[in-house]
């Protein structure tokens, strides 16, 4: 750990200090300074596009800013290299892990090591105990030998947390690190970090899940547009305060929704649904104009079910009615002229084509809607259509010309919606709709489905975050080990009843 200064207040590990990075004259950080202290937690929050990302770019070394320093144990730095930022021992694990899924854990942990000290032999059999050591240092079960591509998705996050301890890690960033675990999984990664802690390490946490936010940081940094807006002591905050200083305004959290039609008429009725191994016996009816959540644990078949009602996993058994008419569910074109949609969880690699325009991405599940009678497409529909979802959604980019690939991850989010409500499905499926999503934009996007089917449309959210069923869901069910266990309603529709539902 970092001695003390002569005042006795701990020296930062590492320092940023009036950073400017703008990119073709948008500017993306505007003069902002931190530090990090040895064996804090530091969380970094944000909107999409408020400059997080670009931050943790030039603290790792992937990009280099316009101007400012950084300042490592007293050695300032105007730019860095990935390569140097590790040698200076910090270490960013990102969503996605990086990790190389072809190659057992034990060569993921050590094998970045050996790159980064130009090794030009690498032996597993000498990298191996190196890999033990720090498995056993942390008290991990993790098998060594497993192939990175079978482990589930906190052992990677272990994997990656590994490697970075291999190259002395002193600064550990974790961008979004609970997106995609359990409960249980959370609870394992905190005693993990607290254990960093005590270690010495400095940890910059990035993550919109504010209630996880307070729970293991010590301090808190928000920017808002790129400009750096607040540190302060985690335990003077709450997650309304985080909210109001991510967006500069009150963000409403509280249950909305609309009241049905006692007469609302069944749009989608499933009945016996099953495939052996994913789930069984599913049945439920989705009315006119409803919000239905369904909900559980990684793994409790939740997803699958979704994914059978857009045909990528045909079900073995049971019926699917739409507007009271059965309906053949084999293939995506099936479920599509069917009248129903399908938002997937992964929006980056199955609902985007990153490298196309806003306006190729969103008009590109409703070209058959927009032909003439002569089965050529019209112009003016097209760009009437792309502009009118532009505008209502909200999309933050210059135009609708920009690449997808350019968007922060709630607007990139918005052109995936926005490409379904352009083909108006009678039945739109979202997994996962606000993961990655800042808190304002999570906001914006469930008025949207509200909004929706206030309109007529029937909207079914899947996803475990359970503040989000609260705040949009007429109804909602609880699958767990692939069978419905529970339908929630009304009252029932709160935080700690779905939580201690999915988990019973």
């Not at 909200?394 to 926005?418: C, F, M």
Request: proline fraction near 4%.
């Amino acid at each position: 750990m970092t001695a003390p200064s002569s005042t006795g207040a701990p020296v930062p590990v590492l320092q940023v200090r009036h950073l400017v990075k703008t990119y073709g004259g948008v500017v993306a950080l505007d003069d902002v300074s931190l530090d990090l202290l040895p064996g804090e937690v530091h969380c970094l929050a944000g909107e999409n596009g408020s400059g997080k990302s670009t931050l943790i770019k030039i603290i790792s070394g992937a990009e280099k800013p316009d101007s400012g320093e950084i300042i490592v144990d007293g050695v300032a730095h105007h730019a860095m290299n990935s390569t140097e930022a590790i040698k200076t021992g910090i270490q960013v694990i990102y969503q996605d892990f990086s990790l190389f899924p072809n190659l057992t854990v034990a060569e993921n942990i050590t094998l970045t090591a050996a790159v980064a000290d130009r090794r030009r032999l690498y032996s597993q059999r000498a990298a191996r105990p190196a890999a033990q050591a720090i498995v056993d240092e942390l008290a991990l079960d993790l098998d060594l030998d497993a192939d990175v591509e079978n482990l589930s998705v906190a052992d990677k996050q272990l994997t990656a947390i590994c490697r970075a301890l291999v190259h002395d890690a002193r600064v550990i960033v974790m961008d979004e690190p609970t997106t995609a675990l359990t409960h249980t999984e959370v609870a394992r990664l905190f005693s993990l970090v607290e254990t960093l802690r005590e270690r010495g390490v400095a940890l910059m946490f990035v993550s919109h899940k504010l209630d996880e936010v307070l729970a293991v940081s010590q301090r808190v940094t928000i920017l808002r547009s790129g400009v750096h807006v607040l540190t302060a002591p985690a335990a003077d905050l709450d997650p309304r305060a985080i909210a109001r200083h991510m967006t500069g305004r009150d963000v409403k959290d509280e249950r909305t929704v609309s009241e049905l039609a006692a007469d609302a008429a069944p749009v989608l009725e499933v009945d016996g649904l099953t495939l052996p191994g994913a789930y069984h016996d599913i049945s439920f009816t989705l009315r006119r104009g409803e919000i239905l959540g369904v909900t559980g644990l990684l793994g409790s078949g939740r997803s699958e079910i979704a994914e059978s009602l857009f045909g990528v996993l045909p079900a073995e058994r049971g019926t699917v009615r739409i507007d009271g008419r059965a309906v053949r569910l084999r293939s995506i074109d099936d479920a599509i002229a069917a009248g129903i949609g399908y938002v997937p969880e992964d929006r980056l690699s199955q609902g985007l084509f990153l490298e196309k325009s806003i306006a190729d991405n969103m008009i590109a599940g409703s070209l058959d809607a927009h032909r003439t009678r002569w089965h050529t497409l019209d112009g003016g529909r097209v760009r009437t259509t792309i502009q009118q979802l532009f505008e209502r959604l909200r999309v933050k980019a210059p135009n609708v010309s920009a690449t997808v690939r350019s968007l922060s991850g709630g607007n990139a989010q918005r052109v995936v919606i926005a490409k379904w409500l352009a083909n108006r499905p009678r039945v739109l499926m979202l997994n996962g709709p606000t993961v990655g999503v800042d808190v304002g934009s999570k906001e914006e996007i469930l008025a949207i489905l509200r909004a929706e089917a206030a309109q007529g449309m029937s909207v079914i959210v899947i996803s475990d975050d359970a503040p989000e069923l609260v705040a949009c869901c007429h109804r909602v069910l609880v699958i767990r080990q692939g069978r419905l266990v529970h339908t929630l309603e009304d009252g029932d529709i709160d935080v700690n009843t779905i939580l201690e539902r999915m988990a019973a």
